[in-house]
């Protein structure tokens, strides 16, 4: 753990970067860093590695000071990824990659494969190895920078900006890539951003720094949204605060509807046994064809053309409440559509239904919050999928 104590950081023309800051950065997880420009972010984040050092106050490793240990063995525990990755430009991928292990004295073979083994981690084509930085896209470039930090398995990752010079799609995708890698590898990973739609997705803790290095709260994800310390920190979130905030809640307990599901050779009489405005078919594996009103059914003679679609299902489970309320909201029918990991219906749910389980959701949250417990982390922000 890496535990930041009453740390000010004043450069030498006056300016206070850094205010008393204390965090405790827990291991194995993804600590984030956010706020508006000039709050320190950088500063604090360089003071881990000791390229900034502190005015006052102690930063200790595993219990520590880095103060008293020397810089080269600190710097080695700890990778570093900045913006636009940095890159050796006379170098190709594999020797970029490969930097640290050569200086570390490993032999040229052994750092190249090495190199090979981290380029399919981070997901960059092998075939790339003997290119130069300038013949890759700006995305790629960033991978190469991940690999080479990873390069002699620190313990530590520091990322400074590192996905803020590249578009959103590549963004999400680097984004999906560090959480996965965060995953497998459990790197204690300590991330600067100024976005915190970013934050809210990557950090297993964030902290909201404001304007004079001084911290504004600090607190898992799902916390922040609900209970945002001050207006600052409000503001910071931004619009859809609420909304947000469903990526965090679990569909595990969802009530799913299953007497208005059939099957393709449905009976007359249990179609129209279903009191129902619309009725979801599926063939006959149990998959979603789409829904239609009873009324326009023939047992015996059900069109899948005629259907109106289906949408987009969710798993339930795996899937945040958000993905579920959006689901619902784009149904034809107003109602989503629950499959398992094989996509065959589980069941059906309704945007009232849903809506239900957020208020019973948001009260639970109030409770545990009164309780003195962390605010529940269903998963991971991302609009994607949620871990139950
Ligand atoms: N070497 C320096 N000398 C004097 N002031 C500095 C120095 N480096 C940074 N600062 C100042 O310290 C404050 C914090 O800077 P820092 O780069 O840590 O902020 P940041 O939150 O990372 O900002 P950004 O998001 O814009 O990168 C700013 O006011 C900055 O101008």
Not at 260 to 265: A, G, K, L
Request: proline residues 6%; negative net charge.
């Amino acid at each position: 753990m890496i535990r930041i104590e009453s740390v000010t950081k004043r450069y030498p023309d006056g300016t206070v970067a850094v205010d008393r800051l204390s965090l405790e950065i827990p291991d194995r997880s993804i600590t984030v860093l956010v706020g508006p420009s000039g709050c320190g972010k950088t500063t604090t984040l360089r003071m881990i590695n000791r390229m900034v050092e502190p005015t006052e106050g102690t930063i200790l490793l595993d219990g520590a000071d880095i103060q008293r240990q020397p810089v080269t063995t600190l710097r080695r525990s700890m990778g570093y990824v900045i913006q636009n990755a940095g890159l050796f430009q006379h170098r190709t991928v594999v020797d970029n990659i490969a930097t640290v292990p050569r200086m570390l004295g490993w032999g040229k073979q052994r750092a190249r494969e090495r190199a090979a083994e981290l380029m399919e981690r981070v997901g960059l084509d092998t075939a790339m190895a003997k290119r130069y930085p300038y013949q890759l896209s700006g995305g790629q470039q960033q991978r190469v920078g991940v690999a080479r930090a990873l390069a002699a398995d620190p313990p530590v990752l520091l990322m400074d900006e590192p996905f803020s010079a590249v578009d959103p799609v590549v963004r999400k995708g680097l984004q999906d890539e560090l959480l996965r890698i965060q995953e497998e590898l459990g790197k204690t990973i300590v991330f600067v951003t100024h976005d915190i739609d970013e934050a809210v997705k990557l950090g297993t803790m964030v902290a909201v720094l404001r304007e004079g290095g001084r911290l504004a709260q600090y607190a898992p994800p799902a916390e922040l949204l609900s209970d945002p310390a001050d207006a600052f920190v409000e503001d910071f979130l931004g619009a859809d605060r609420g909304i947000r905030r469903l990526s965090f809640l679990t569909t595990t307990a969802l009530e799913l509807a299953t007497d208005t599901v059939i099957p393709p050779d449905a009976t007359a009489e249990r179609i129209g046994a279903a009191d129902a405005a619309h009725l979801l078919v599926t063939d006959g594996e149990g998959r979603p064809l789409g829904w239609s009103e009873p009324r326009r059914l023939t047992a015996g003679d059900i069109r899948p053309d005629q259907l109106l679609p289906y949408g987009r299902p969710f798993v339930p489970g795996v899937d945040s409440l958000r993905v579920a309320l959006d689901c619902a909201v784009l149904s034809p029918t107003g109602w989503a559509v629950a499959v398992d990991d094989t996509g065959r219906v589980r069941g059906v749910v309704s945007q009232q239904t849903i809506g239900d389980a957020i208020r019973t959701a948001h009260q639970d949250g109030r409770t545990a919050h009164q309780d003195g417990r962390t605010a529940h982390r269903g998963g991971r922000a991302g609009d994607e999928k949620v871990a139950g």
